[in-house]
């Protein structure tokens, strides 16, 4: 507990203790009535200064002005019938102040379990100057600058190996336990911590730029993007407390008014009693705290888990999601190219190779990392000009002269060459030099371990149609749909065609369920958008996509979509319990009340009892279990 919950604390259990003492002690008079005046301004005066506020700033309908009025009434009314009863007003407060104690310690824990992610900020930055090694901030740090993590530090801003090897624990980025080794050459984010080696970092990106800034920002900025639960709850707040103020007043007049007319007493005590009750039963506590934190809490579980969604639009949308549209190249495949056949046409293989692999050297797309590979030494880019690379079609250059067109059949297509078909399942890079067909090289990609799982796990958590877009062609897509159990595969496809894709889906699905499109690449970010949710695969991701997508995934496996899936219906599902156990038993309540069937002591578990149960049913959303 905080200093203030221990101080909330404290009030309740000194007030507690006032109320035993005071039940037993033959106190009468007017020194009952101070010392029952003094305990109830002990646990109440906050609430009673934060209603004066709210009359004073214009917003004097909420839970605490009722609150006030209800028990001040109630203290008013047993000073005007000499009861001396003054017990059962405190005892509203006081009840009401046990469950803002809930609430807060439920709340503090939901933060803190948010907070647990702040930690991967990290203070500072190891720079080597004059032979030492100097602690400097990582905002200062520049785009090329070569850091030194030592073991048990963070890496603070993403880079590339430049010498060590070490095993990291990514979990606060991934969720994943298992450490990831890394050795010289392998690329790295910030965030992670270096559990046993010493690594020489050349720096890629700005602090401001880098992964953990992003997750922080995706994080701390999430609660301002309110779903539609949120948004009804602030408007039917809004109606409601004033429209119960006003039944409140209608009961103590109306009440007495109707028995005068009827020729009986007016019993103006009792009335006035039942429309105090009726204000105590209607504050929406349950409602206006425990939807947000809800929400809250989701997407704090789904940040540990690895998963960053932007706000509470998009975890509520998540948990709707019935298709589901995947990119294939680092989304359901490793991304992984290997050069497994050469078909030559006119020159020998080795310099088809050579040729596709010089006009794509400045390419960063797989394939062409591939066929880099394949050639087996760096490229000579002072052979290569004039490079043109063209998305989903390929890339032309002069390599030593001579005009070179590296990409699939539309490129030869475009170019007017004619071209030969591979009967191999794979991807095609077709090659042409000075206009005439050199011949074609066969890669195949890896399908991801857990990629049939988890398309296999989707379908059992409700989603109807799984579909994959690629530029790849129609052979390469059938055998990866196959071999998935997809339930559909469109191929040889640009960027604006995948738009275009999913806006036909989205018109055939006429607005029942939600689209989600995952993908990795910057080509991706267009359809990112352009679906009802795009979820980036964000290890591996382009900046772009990240940008663009609506729920980040920190580890490239696919299993991480059916976890934040599971997380988003389980949070959205606690949700709507509480909206309806709250609602049922608020107006049950204010009915049996407005008829006389339910006193102030039926009227505090209406209201707190309700509230402390929505409250702990709310933090459930905390944990997540496979």
């Known amino acids: 507990m905080n200093n203030k919950q221990r101080k909330m604390l404290l009030r309740i259990l000194v007030v507690s203790a006032m109320l035993a003492a005071l039940h037993f002690l033959p106190v009468t008079g007017i020194p009952r009535l101070v010392a029952y005046l003094t305990a109830y301004l002990i646990i109440g005066y906050d609430i009673l200064k934060k209603a004066g506020k709210g009359v004073v700033n214009g917003r004097a309908f909420d839970e605490n002005f009722l609150m006030a009025v209800a028990t001040i009434g109630a203290f008013g009314l047993a000073i005007w019938e000499r009861s001396g009863d003054y017990a059962e007003g405190i005892f509203v407060m006081l009840f ?153 007043v209608a009961i103590a007049l109306g009440g007495p008014a109707v028995r005068a007319l009827a020729g009986l007493s007016p019993d ?86 050579e040729y596709a692999a010089l006009a794509e050297c400045a390419s960063t797309h797989p394939i062409s990392k591939s066929l880099i590979a394949a050639y087996g030494k760096e490229p000579d880019r002072s052979r290569v000009t ?127 369920g939600k689209l989600a499109f995952t993908g990795d690449g910057i080509n991706d970010a267009p359809v990112l958008t352009r679906a009802d949710i795009g979820i980036a695969m964000g290890a591996m991701g382009s900046d772009a996509a990240i940008e663009a997508a609506d729920v980040v995934l920190m580890d490239d496996d696919p299993l991480q979509l059916v976890k934040a899936i599971r997380i988003s219906r389980k949070c959205i599902g606690i949700v709507k319990q509480n909206i309806v156990f709250s609602l049922a038993v608020k107006f049950a309540c204010l009915i049996l009340t407005a008829f006389g069937y339910a006193n102030m002591w039926a009227a505090i578990f209406a209201d707190v009892g309700v509230m402390i149960l929505a409250v702990l049913n709310a933090v459930r959303a905390l944990r997540y279990r496979e």
Not at 184 to 210: M, W
Not at 407 to 424: A, V, Y
Not at 438 to 465: M, Y
Request: hydrophobic fraction near 40%; proline fraction near 4%.
């Open 386 to 512: 004039e490079i043109e690379e063209t998305a989903g079609y390929g890339v032309t250059a002069v390599v030593d002269g001579h005009s070179v067109a590296a990409g699939n059949r539309k490129l030869m297509e475009r170019l007017g060459i004619p071209c030969e078909d591979c009967r191999s399942a794979g991807t095609v890079v077709h090659v042409a030099v000075d206009g005439a067909y050199a011949g074609h090289i066969l890669i195949s990609d890896v399908v991801k371990p857990h990629a049939k799982e988890a398309l296999a796990a989707l379908k059992r958590n409700g989603v109807e149609t799984t579909v994959m877009l690629t530029g790849d062609s129609r052979t390469v897509a059938e055998a990866v749909a196959a071999e998935l159990g997809l339930d559909e595969a469109r191929s040889e496809l640009l960027p604006d065609d995948k738009v275009t894709e999913v806006e036909k889906l989205l018109a055939a699905r006429n607005g029942r």
């Open 96 to 248: 009401y102040q046990v469950g803002e104690l809930f609430q807060s310690v439920a709340v503090g824990k939901s933060r803190r379990s948010i907070s647990a992610l702040m930690d991967i900020r990290p203070d500072y930055a190891n720079v080597e100057r004059d032979g030492r090694l100097e602690r400097v901030d990582p905002d200062e740090v520049e785009v090329g600058t070569c850091i030194t993590v030592q073991p048990g530090e963070k890496i603070p801003i993403d880079g590339v190996i430049e010498s060590g090897k070490a095993s990291l624990n990514t979990a606060a980025l991934t969720g994943e336990s298992i450490p990831r080794d890394v050795k010289e050459g392998d690329a790295v984010l910030s965030g992670c911590i270096s559990l046993n080696g010493v690594l020489r970092i050349r720096t890629t990106k700005e602090f401001g730029e880098s992964t953990v800034s992003k997750i922080l920002d995706l994080v701390e900025n999430a609660s301002s993007r309110k779903s539609k639960s949120e948004a009804f709850i602030s408007r039917f707040a809004r109606v409601y407390t004033p429209a119960v103020c006003i039944a409140a």
């Open 268 to 353: 103006l005590s009792q009335w006035l009693y039942r429309a105090l009750t009726f204000l105590v039963v209607s504050c929406p506590c349950a409602l206006v705290i425990s939807i947000p934190l809800g929400f809250f809490a989701g997407i704090g579980c789904a940040s540990r888990e690895g998963v960053l969604i932007k706000g509470s639009n998009f975890l509520e949308a998540l948990a709707d999601v019935k298709t589901v549209v995947f990119d294939k190249t680092g989304t359901l495949t490793r991304g992984v190219f290997e050069v497994v056949a050469v078909h030559r046409n006119t020159i020998p293989p080795e310099a088809v190779t």
